[in-house]
């Protein structure tokens, strides 16, 4: 099981003094403001940790400034990056939620046996979440209690009442 759960990603640099574009994976974009630090990552093989300096929101990303990056050049090398936590800083959630991380990589079947593919990630909408799955082609769920049935983080499936041709 992963340490870090993936919490967002960088997007790119912003300005001329070493901040990034973050694109947060949170419900509430402010939830990755409030850590000290962050782990960065390539390919979440390797984790680096990186002090926070500073944090401010911006639409629907987040500026930050992490210690000893100071200009656009070091910045930009950080595009692309996931952004983890260390998974026992993270609260416990309640029987039924999950962190869009852990549903990453599950296939989704629906009721008739039909396997759309693997969750590849999740979109935020305003109105609802939306589960991007990549498979013989992409397909877009919602991810509404009435569509996504059951979760099963131990056989690594998700169960949704959706028909295969929408």
Not at 33 to 38: P, R, T
Not at 106 to 119: D, M
Request: no cysteine; glycine share 10%.
């Amino acid at each position: 099981m992963n340490k870090f759960v993936v919490m967002g990603k960088v997007v790119g640099s912003h300005g001329i003094k070493g901040w990034l574009k973050i694109q947060p994976f949170t419900e509430d974009i402010k939830t990755l403001g409030k850590f000290s630090s962050w782990f960065l990552s390539k390919n979440e093989g390797e984790w680096k940790e990186f002090k926070i300096e500073s944090s401010l929101i911006q639409g629907r990303t987040m500026l930050s400034k992490i210690e000893d990056v100071n200009d656009r050049n070091e910045a930009d090398r950080f595009k692309g990056f996931l952004i983890g936590i260390n998974k026992v800083d993270l609260p416990v959630l309640e029987k039924g939620k999950y962190y869009w991380s852990d549903l990453i990589g599950l296939e989704v079947i629906n009721q008739v046996g039909f396997n759309f593919g693997v969750i590849d990630s999740i979109m935020e909408t305003g109105s609802n979440d939306v589960l991007v799955i990549k498979g013989e082609k992409e397909t877009l769920i919602p991810y509404l209690d009435n569509v996504v049935l059951k979760i099963d983080l131990e056989k690594k499936n998700v169960l949704v009442d959706w028909d295969e041709n929408f």
